[in-house]
Each structure stands twice: as structure tokens, then as C-alpha cells.
């Protein structure tokens, strides 16, 4: 069992940053895949990043050079870091666990956490 605790959600302006965090209980932490979602109201839920237990990252083409995943494996967290914001981020931010680390990062996940809202005003 996997569980996972979103915070560092809030209201910013558009160009400011953010940083979610992630605190994953359990201890196949270090081999899964970890990502961050998002969903915005009205729409489905999308990937938005994702970090393999080697390291590799992936994002979404519309956060390419904004947003920064990252992990630390020694403290079982991963971070999103959020800059040059824009209304269109406005969302409730997902963190998921996928138990088997494997290269199609965008589906598969395990467990999810409750969510934290990123709200983006322009």
C-alpha cells in the first residue's frame, strides 16, 4: 500500500512559481515511477510530469522549460516545480505512484493523493 500527501498549493499571478510536494509512504518508493496530473474544472484529467526511478523526466509540451519534476529518494518525495505560471495551469495538481517502473509514464498508476488546487490568476 502506497500512500501519497499533496502540498504547496495556492493562488499566485500569472508569471509567479509554485512548488508542490509529494510525501509517499511505503517502500517501493525508489522504484516507482512517480508523476504529477492535473485536472482543471469541466475537463478530463491530463499528464503533466513524470520521473522514473533512474532519473529520466518527462513533461507535458505545454510546461516544457517551465515546470521541473523532481525526486528525492531519501526522504520519499517528489516536488513540481512551477514557474512562469500561466492561467491555463489553473487546476487541481495530482501526485501518483506507479508501481512498475516502465516507459510509457503518462498511464498506469497505481495510487493516486487527494489532490492540492493551483490557481493561476491573470
Known amino acids: 500500500q502506497v500512500q501519497l500527501v499533496e502540498s504547496g498549493g495556492g493562488l499566485v499571478q500569472a508569471g509567479g512559481s509554485l512548488r508542490l510536494s509529494c510525501a509517499a509512504s511505503g517502500r517501493t518508493f525508489s522504484s516507482s515511477t512517480m508523476g504529477w496530473f492535473r485536472q482543471a474544472p469541466g475537463k478530463e484529467r491530463e499528464f503533466v510530469a513524470a520521473?522514473?526511478?533512474?532519473?529520466?523526466?518527462y513533461y507535458r509540451d505545454s510546461v516544457k522549460g517551465r515546470f521541473t519534476i523532481s525526486r528525492d529518494n531519501a526522504k520519499n518525495t517528489v516536488s513540481l516545480q512551477m514557474n512562469s505560471l500561466k492561467p491555463e495551469d489553473t487546476a487541481v495538481y495530482y501526485c501518483?505512484?506507479?508501481?512498475?517502473?516502465?516507459?510509457?509514464?503518462?498511464?498506469?498508476?497505481?495510487?493516486w493523493g487527494q489532490g492540492t488546487q493551483v490557481t493561476v490568476s491573470s
Open positions: 501518483a505512484a506507479k508501481l512498475r517502473d516502465s516507459s510509457d509514464y503518462w498511464r498506469g498508476y497505481n495510487y
Open positions: 520521473i522514473r526511478s533512474g532519473g529520466n523526466t
